[in-house]
């Protein structure tokens, strides 16, 4: 199963694009790159997903390397309430989801 | 539509005593699991179940036990606790599609402390 790699910590200023990088250099060529992110101690939140082409939603844009090897969360106008912990993970083959620690994003006024 | 209930949210237990987390969905899925997460940690994966009547293990199965009696249920025992589950523990469903969404949808916690 691919594992991941994210920074620990990052800041953005408030209305400021934040761009959250992930690694996943092992991942096959049916796994699904997923992104939750975490508010304080509630349950996990879905935020976009993406096999190889990138991908919008009304939350996030999903940037998706060639390669596959690494992909880029972006929020295009961060606000105080995307401070959270953000995780980058891929779907295993068996509908596993392993979370890794994740990065923990402060958005600056 | 409730989503995903956990119950109960908070419970202190005393070394030893046993306990049952009940994680209800009310969207068919056919995918659930059971996570804990530590202060500062992301969430491990306890187990999991593909379906009613199945479950299989995840990272850190030990200690702990699970049934899927009902599609819609998915619970997780402790039979005999201890200080080291003291953690907030997350159940999350899915439908296990691939191409559409397919995401997890979680409950919103259940805080065990362990004496």
């Known amino acids: 199963d691919a594992k991941t790699t994210q920074p620990p910590s990052m800041d953005c200023a408030e209305g400021r694009a934040a761009n959250l990088p992930c690694n996943h250099s092992?991942?096959?060529?049916?796994?699904?790159v997923y992104w939750y992110r975490q508010i304080h101690s509630q349950g996990p939140q879905y935020i976009i997903h993406g096999l190889k082409n990138n991908e919008t939603n009304e939350m996030a844009s999903l940037i998706i390397t060639e390669d596959r090897k690494s992909s880029t969360l972006i929020l295009p106008h961060a606000t105080l309430r995307d401070t959270a912990v953000y995780y980058c993970?891929?779907?295993?083959?068996?509908?596993?989801?392993?979370f890794g620690t994740g990065t923990s994003l402060t958005v600056i006024p | 539509n409730a989503g995903v209930t956990q119950t109960p949210k908070f419970r202190v237990l005393k070394t030893g005593q046993s306990m049952t987390l009940l994680c209800a969905q009310d969207m068919n899925h056919e995918y659930m699991y059971w996570y804990r997460q530590d202060p500062g940690m992301g969430l491990r994966l306890i187990h999991y179940?593909?379906?009613?009547?199945?479950?299989a293990k995840g990272e850190v199965p030990d200690g702990y036990n699970v049934s899927r009696l009902k599609k819609q249920n998915f619970l997780l025992g402790l039979e005999s606790a201890a200080p080291s589950q003291t953690s907030v523990y997350f159940c999350?469903?899915?439908?296990?599609?691939?191409?559409?969404?397919?995401?997890?949808?979680f409950g919103e916690g259940s805080r065990l402390t362990v004496l």
């Open positions: 179940s593909v379906g009613e009547g199945t479950t």
């Open positions: 092992t991942i096959s060529g049916n796994e699904y």
């Open positions: 999350a469903s899915s439908t296990g599609q691939r191409k559409n969404g397919g995401e997890l949808f």
């Open positions: 993970i891929v779907r295993a083959t068996g509908n596993q989801f392993y």
